[in-house]
């Protein structure tokens, strides 16, 4: 995710008593005169039976292995009935709430009226998943970018350990460390995922989910292209839609929050959004010639939740893509996991890959943890003159700011999210892959309470530190609403891993008579493979300049040293042998990552 500011005070839309006569939605406390929102009433479907068949189509060996459902066939077979989406409308209506709508894909009502909180009588409640809108409130505004503008004499590297800094003091006993990359290439991000001019990912669809639409985007990828020695996009190859419904008391859902590095890693702090833009270019990078659909939600949970659900609708008959690329987080507890539960098995059910974002700082979200989910952490990844692999450790690092003359430990500053679920038992594929010690949780209290095996992420992992981030153009609009010059920045965070493992995973289905799906059961087939390389911490022997990166002064802030891979014993995260809950079970290895999958899924 790239560097966005994860969201510190999303409001819990809990269902409270109503006031007034049952059944009826009204401002619970709330001024006469309150503004009218529109909210989603998520009905619920058969979930227990879409699991069972989500499961069978995306685990080799069983009879419904890859027989998917079209989006209809899903609703039909899984979704609520029409009696029950009815039903909630009547309500909805009868409470005084206008333009009442039921989803194509009768995943929800929507309606609109002055009101707060909405709990639904006895009559409806058994058909009630959940309900979005009513506070889809952040930090205060939209996604705070949290990459920089280059300065005209960067201090940073275009390769890794070409500057190195000698440290005066040292730092946690190192001496030296390397200035920060100024953003990867597309030509060395291929290089480290082994990406060969057989791999782009034709006759594959991905999609984008996005919180905000970016400027002139076709002509950055364009520009994109060129400038990395890409061949150029076809102009049906990408396609930009609106899908989402947010209030105007909402404000944007939470993104990654990556900015500590990137932004201190340049003297210019010229914020600049080019989140969507990284997205795309990093499915650009990995997959050429797949095609792709950017859906933006509106900068919101519930936008961006309607933005994932329209992908899987698609025009009934088929979803929009095979593969969505989910760059964005809704922290635990502000909406309910449910929802995002439900969008997930619709999408496993009709064959679609899921690939979400496991978040930027330590701990997990709620997209990001859910077990029909590909989660995705990120890792730091230092790659040498000749585009070859230095070192790669999972991405958490230690932070210290120098402060009159002394080192401030500020202490882990920026990572990958992970760790194990509070919310969802160990799926069936992690057996085996994943250490008791990594999932095991305590339920109930500390008094009275056991210890359960739990879902644990991420799944996969690709890089996505700042220090060693990708080159991303973009092109803003002018005071005069003209597009302006092409420019580049650089950006990161497990938005910047999720494309890119979304872009692999395209390479890997391309060519092939069914698309992957849910591909969690073939990836821990996989674990401790050839296919993914296992991702270990860094080691005591390393060379001091491939273990830290010196971020210098820059406008009023002071130097800092970011020490590499500080998960570990003590820590809520650990980095280790095998699976890991940074970065999973390790990162793609190239043409043996897509060979692997291939083979799996047959």
């Known amino acids: 995710m790239s560097t966005k500011t994860v969201s510190k005070a999303m409001a819990v839309a809990a ?17 006469s005169d309150a503004s009218p929102i529109t909210v989603q ?42 009696a029950h989406a ?37 009559s409806v409640a058994p058909y009630v998943l959940g309900v979005t809108g009513l506070a889809d409130d952040s930090d205060g505004g939209s996604a705070t970018p949290a990459q920089a503008k280059p300065a005209a004499a960067p201090t940073c590297s275009q390769y890794w350990a ?35 001019s057989a791999n782009t990912g034709k006759g594959v669809t991905v999609a984008l989910t996005e919180d905000s639409s970016p400027s002139a985007m076709f002509a950055t990828l364009t520009e994109y292209a060129k400038t990395n020695h890409l061949p150029l996009p076809r102009s049906s190859q990408f396609r930009l839609v609106q899908d989402g419904t947010c209030n105007d008391l909402s404000v944007a859902a939470g993104k990654s929050a990556a900015g500590h590095a990137t932004a201190r890693a340049t003297a210019d702090l010229t914020r600049v959004d080019d989140e969507a833009q990284m997205d795309s270019e990093a499915v650009y990078a990995m997959a050429p010639d797949a095609d792709q659909l950017m859906v933006v939600g509106g900068g919101c949970n519930q936008g961006l939740l309607d ?7 698609g025009d009934g008959a088929h979803p929009s893509a095979t593969i969505v690329s989910n760059s964005w987080q809704i922290p635990l507890g502000s909406e309910p996991k449910q929802v995002m539960h439900a969008i997930d098995l619709r999408a496993a059910a009709e064959g679609v890959g899921m690939y979400v974002a496991s978040g930027d700082t330590p701990g997990l979200t709620m997209p990001g943890s859910d077990p029909y989910a590909t989660v995705v952490g990120g890792t730091t990844l230092g790659l040498g003159a000749r585009n070859e692999r230095v070192f790669e450790t999972g991405w958490s690092t230690d932070t210290g700011s120098l402060d009159d003359g002394k080192w401030d430990d500020i202490g882990i500053a920026s990572g990958a999210g992970g760790g194990a679920s509070l919310d969802w038992s160990q799926p069936a594929y992690q057996r085996g892959v994943v250490p008791a010690s990594m999932s095991t949780v305590q339920v109930g209290g500390k008094a009275g309470g056991k210890a359960v095996v739990n879902r644990a992420v991420p799944d996969i992992a690709a890089d996505g530190d700042p220090d060693t981030g990708m080159l991303v153009g973009y092109i803003q609009t002018g005071t005069d609403a003209k597009p302006g010059p092409y420019q580049t920045a650089p950006n990161a965070g497990t938005s910047l891993a999720t494309p890119l493992v979304a872009g692999l995973v395209a390479d890997a289905e391309q060519g ?38 010196y971020l210098p002064a820059a406008d009023g802030l002071t130097p800092s040293v970011d020490v590499f891979g500080a998960a570990g014993p003590g820590q809520s995260q650990v980095i280790a042998k095998g ?24």
């Open 162 to 196: 070409q500057h190195v800094q000698s440290l005066q003091p040292a730092y946690q006993g190192l001496t030296k460390a390397s200035l920060p990359i100024c953003g990867y290439s597309a030509d060395q991000l291929r290089a480290a995922y082994g990406v060969t």
């Open 15 to 31: 269902c409270a008593a109503m006031l007034g006569m049952p059944g009826s939605a009204r401002a619970a406390g709330a001024p």
């Open 512 to 549: 092939q008579h069914a698309a992957f799906g849910f591909i969690n059961p073939l990836l821990y087939r996989l674990a401790g493979t050839s296919a993914v390389r296992d991702v270990l911490p860094p080691g005591a022997s390393a060379p001091q300049q491939d273990r830290a990166a």
């Open 86 to 122: 009815k039903a909630v409308g009547d309500w909805l209506t009868s409470a005084g709430l206008k333009q009442v709508h039921v989803s194509s894909g009768r995943d929800y009502v929507s309606a609109t009226g002055a009101v707060t909180k909405l709990t639904p009588p006895a």
């Open 579 to 602: 699976y890991d809950t940074v970065t999973g079970v390790g990162s793609p290895n190239g043409c043996a990552f897509i060979a692997g999958l291939r083979k799996a899924s047959r």
């Open 307 to 313: 933005a994932a659900l329209s992908v899987l609708v």
């Open 41 to 82: 009433v998520w009905l619920k479907p058969d979930l227990a039976g879409a699991a069972a068949f989500a499961d069978a189509a995306a685990t080799p060996g069983t009879s419904g292995y890859h027989h998917y459902l079209s989006p209809n066939a899903y609703t039909a077979r899984f979704g609520p009935s029409a």
